[in-house]
């Protein structure tokens, strides 16, 4: 229908303007707007909540994905709330209509000989035995902790003094928590302060400030950047044979959590120590857990085997 060809372009126009979207984008939710229309038959300005709704369903029956039936959903959603905006309408039809849950993707992580890998690579990479400790140091101390990768290139050198079992981690929120440390990255931690002691003692006598911060650099903030150990561990993954695009800092974050349920630890513990005000975002990790448990089921059980 011509109106609905009309307020199609006038709703595409708009989104170019305000969100500059590429020409692919735009090119989806026309497709998915004249789709709309054909099937409606009537002008969008009449279309009933219902009609929205067993448009929806009729995808379903279509045999479209659930992803696919989503992207639609936020096409016609969107759509009418720009004509509602705009003064084309008083009410959105579209505005209590739900779709299909999307299931989230679980996050990627590391086996713990991937691990084990990384670690080995990070100590022998630099050109100095300063830059070798400090790598150490920054891998042992992210695997032990789980922590975040800008709680750890923030922390205070402070909170590494006196050989501590715990480091007392500012996180999201500004809110507290301690993490234990592993033995080796206590080591690590030791060996890393003596080095980093020794040169800013030497950056002193040429007139430079001290620095506040474990892991000090030249940076706007003060300490080394999260784009530079982005780099680092990217490089590091290569040398250690680990895909490059499995490993990130977040990723060892995600192996803490994994590696310490597969292990046992309580669901409880490993909210605290990530840091997640809430349980459920901790969930996940069961999943990635159980996943791995079946995998190990059916590659292993007899009956498996036999069935094959």
């Known amino acids: 229908m011509s109106d609905n060809k009309q307020l199609i372009e006038k709703f595409l126009e708009a989104k170019y303007a305000e969100e500059g979207l590429s020409a692919n984008s735009i090119l989806a939710y026309s497709k998915d707007l004249e789709k709309l229309s054909i099937k409606i038959g009537k002008s969008f300005l009449k279309v009933t909540?219902?009609?929205?709704?067993?448009?929806?369903?009729?995808?379903?029956?279509?045999g479209h994905s659930r992803s696919t039936r989503a992207r639609h959903l936020s096409s016609i959603k969107q759509f009418f709330k720009f004509c509602v905006e705009a003064g084309f309408l008083v009410i959105d039809p579209s505005a209590q209509l739900s779709g299909p849950k999307l299931p989230k993707p679980l996050p990627k992580t590391l086996t713990l000989e991937e691990v084990d890998?990384?670690?080995?690579?990070?100590?022998?990479?630099?050109?100095?035995?300063f830059e070798r400790a400090r790598n150490k140091c920054l891998m042992e101390v992210l695997y032990a902790s789980g922590m975040r990768i800008t709680e750890l290139m923030s922390l205070p050198v402070a909170s590494a003094r006196g050989r501590p079992?715990?480091?007392?981690?500012?996180?999201?929120?500004?809110?507290?928590?301690?993490?234990?440390?592993?033995?080796?990255?206590?080591?690590?931690?030791e060996h890393w302060l003596k080095l980093r002691d020794e040169k800013e003692e030497l950056s002193l006598k040429s007139g430079l400030k001290r620095s506040s911060f474990l892991f000090p650099s030249k940076s706007k903030n003060g300490y080394l950047t999260r784009n530079w150990f982005f780099n680092k561990i990217k490089s590091w993954a290569i040398e250690a044979g680990v895909k490059r695009e499995n490993v990130s800092p977040h990723t060892i974050r995600h192996a803490f959590a994994t590696h310490l349920l597969s292990n046992g630890a309580d669901l409880r513990v490993i909210q605290t120590l990530?840091?997640?005000?809430?349980?459920?975002?901790?969930?996940i990790y069961t999943h990635i857990v159980n996943d791995k448990l079946k995998s190990t089921l059916e590659e292993h059980h007899p009956l498996a085997i036999k069935s094959r």
């Open 49 to 62: 909540q219902t009609e929205l709704e067993k448009y929806i369903l009729y995808l379903q029956k279509l």
């Open 117 to 129: 890998s990384l670690l080995k690579v990070a100590k022998t990479q630099g050109h100095t035995e």
């Open 165 to 189: 079992k715990m480091i007392l981690i500012k996180g999201k929120g500004s809110k507290e928590r301690l993490v234990p440390l592993s033995p080796s990255a206590i080591e690590a931690l």
């Open 274 to 283: 990530l840091g997640h005000s809430d349980i459920t975002t901790t969930e």
